[in-house]
């Protein structure tokens, strides 16, 4: 591999950060983690303080269905095309308007009284979660259409997540902040006031490359493209989308009469969202990429062999027609693209996308738990540690994953980043021990002197050196998974793609939790973090996998964004 070559690694991210682009990827990041901040965390410390009750709030938890589920609506927004808007451009049409519809949601949230006008509350929230998940679909096509040789998709990738990560902050403890000094109608009129601003910003943004979508519209309004010689038979497209879109609509009214029952239905006969999370989650999973990623597999290996073909154009002669042409390149065509370039590849990449979270997002939920119960912290010195010390720790990480993407390549990053990931599961095994290592490291490095001059302890000092290992860990490891993830998929159904891709990690976060939390039950959490650390370690295995696959096969490995250190060096 000639990656070594590569050594003005600082060269590059300069050039990528003076690109308007990278700035305003910065600014989307910004835009999407924002109210996701407010609408699923610091909105119960508003209900608490307006004294909501416990059994009224669980409605609130229904709004994180449509950041689980936000996938089952991407390809409208990879094929629709908003009045007037459009002109904006493919995806900044949807991002523009999301942010606007976002801001205005928490500005007249913020001129409502939760206590007493709590439908009008809850439904706002609902809705602007939906546009939040909305927003997150179409800037993470963005990302991927708008990427080039100098604004990589490492880099925007990148700088996504750090834009992500300070929305984390102003949504979260400077929220907190300005509550106790201020109100909450002031906090949410403020963020409301942020992202209009950000949504005016956005209307001078690039989008797409106008050549490249010009020739999209034109293929897309050809009356042959689906139907002239050598594609597959109108009968065995008509088999196949009937298939998937039975398994979507499942989907869709699995989750839509759920949200439904729930908002209907009084405190005491409320269904529990953990509950149909972990029930239904992995089923619509399966029904909506698992199951018809096969049917994909299945029109390939027949276009492959020659079967099923036109041996003469058959344009679309009726309306019904056309409207199955449409359907078929919204929800089969991003699925046959994908499976016809990775081939049996794709195993390899839904295994990597199942695990490669795995240690962080399972013994997340445990986090809590473990740091104020087993190892006796107080709240204050949790939030400390945890909030401010560690997201600085998580940014610093995700800086530091940027540049490796540079240097070192973004397959060696992401097996790298899977290690360390892994391996930080030992440092919260040895403060499940008693801490021995974390202190002595602590106190060799002298970051023990540091926290006790600035007010903290020994004691302290240890479980911020473990949270900051792992967060550094896990940043270098987001940073080269989300650029590897936007690597695969395709400039024409990025929506479609990286949704339902990213859709898969849903899966980890629901099968293994309980079985997690029965073992901390009976063996404690030193050989729960031992677990996790193995787990981890397979997702290293599948890394070096994936990456001497792309070796071996180089353009024919599916990938549509070549790795900018192999581009430098050759």
């Known amino acids: 591999m000639s990656e070594a070559k590569a050594k003005p690694g600082w060269r590059a991210v300069i050039r990528a950060l003076g690109q308007p682009k990278t700035g305003y990827m910065l600014l989307f990041g910004f835009a999407a983690g924002l109210p996701y901040a407010l609408l699923l965390g610091t909105l119960y410390a508003w209900l608490s303080d307006a004294k909501v009750d416990l059994e009224t709030m669980g409605v609130f938890s229904l709004i994180g269905l449509a950041y689980a589920f936000k996938f089952l609506w991407s390809p409208a927004l990879d094929r629709i095309d908003l009045p007037l808007l459009h002109r904006l451009g493919k995806r900044k049409q949807w991002i523009v308007t999301a942010q606007l519809m976002l801001g205005a949601f928490l500005v007249i949230l913020s001129m409502l009284n939760p206590l007493t006008q709590l439908g009008w509350f809850s439904l706002l929230a609902g809705?602007?979660?939906?546009a939040s998940a909305t927003q997150d679909v179409v800037i993470d096509a963005w990302r991927v259409d708008v990427a080039d040789e100098v604004a990589t998709i490492d880099m925007l990738s990148t700088v996504y997540q750090l834009g992500y990560?300070?929305?984390?902050?102003?949504?979260?403890?400077l929220a907190l902040f300005m509550a106790e000094r201020t109100s909450w109608p002031t906090v949410y009129l403020t963020m409301g006031a942020i992202l209009l601003v950000v949504g005016f910003v956005g209307l001078w943004a690039p989008d797409t490359d106008a050549k490249a979508d010009n020739l999209a519209e034109a293929n897309q309004a050809d009356p042959h493209g689906l139907r002239g010689v050598g594609q597959l038979s109108p009968r065995v497209r008509a088999w196949s989308l009937g298939a998937v879109a039975a398994l979507w609509l499942w989907a869709l009214l699995t989750v839509g009469s759920f949200m439904v029952r729930s908002l209907t239905a009084t405190p005491e006969t409320r269904p529990d969202s953990v509950e149909f999370i972990t029930t239904f989650g992995p089923l619509v999973v399966l029904a909506t990429v698992v199951l018809p990623a096969l049917i994909a597999a299945w029109l390939v290996r027949k276009e492959k062999s020659g079967e099923g073909l036109l041996t003469e154009a058959k344009p679309a002669l009726t309306g019904a027609d056309r409207v199955m042409d449409h359907l078929y390149r919204a929800l089969v065509l991003p699925l046959t693209d994908l499976i016809g370039r990775l081939g049996w590849a794709i195993i390899i990449v839904i295994a990597l996308v199942l695990t490669y979270r795995i240690t962080d997002s399972i013994w997340g939920s445990f986090a809590y738990p473990f740091y104020l119960d087993e190892l006796q912290y107080s709240k204050d010195e949790v939030a400390v540690a945890s909030k401010f010390f560690g997201v600085g720790a998580l940014m610093l990480g995700l800086a530091l994953g940027?540049?490796?993407?540079?240097?070192?390549?973004?397959?060696?990053?992401?097996?790298?980043?899977?290690?360390l990931a892994a391996a930080t599961n030992l440092l919260y095994a040895d403060l499940a021990r008693g801490g021995a290592v974390m202190e002595a490291v602590s106190n060799i490095t002298g970051f023990t002197w540091l926290v006790s001059h600035l007010g903290g302890?020994?004691?302290?000092?240890?479980?911020?050196?473990?949270?900051?290992?792992?967060?550094?860990a896990v940043g270098i490891a987001g940073a080269a998974f989300v650029a590897y993830l936007s690597s695969i998929v395709a400039k024409g159904y990025s929506a479609v793609q990286y949704a339902l891709l990213s859709s898969l990690t849903l899966l980890v976060g629901t099968l293994g939790r309980g079985a997690l939390g029965q073992m901390i039950e009976e063996q404690g959490y030193f050989s729960v973090f031992l677990l996790t650390t193995a787990m981890g370690m397979f997702?290293?295995?599948?890394?070096?996998?994936?990456?001497?696959?792309?070796?071996?096969?180089g353009k024919d490995a599916g990938v549509v964004a070549p790795e900018a250190v192999a581009a430098e060096a050759k």
């Open 127 to 130: 809705l602007g979660a939906f």
């Open 165 to 173: 990560r300070i929305a984390a902050l102003v949504g979260g403890a």
């Open 402 to 419: 940027g540049y490796l993407l540079t240097v070192l390549g973004r397959m060696l990053t992401l097996t790298l980043g899977a290690f």
């Open 457 to 472: 302890d020994a004691r302290m000092a240890k479980l911020m050196m473990a949270i900051a290992g792992e967060n550094i």
């Open 539 to 553: 997702a290293v295995v599948l890394c070096v996998v994936e990456w001497v696959r792309q070796a071996r096969l």
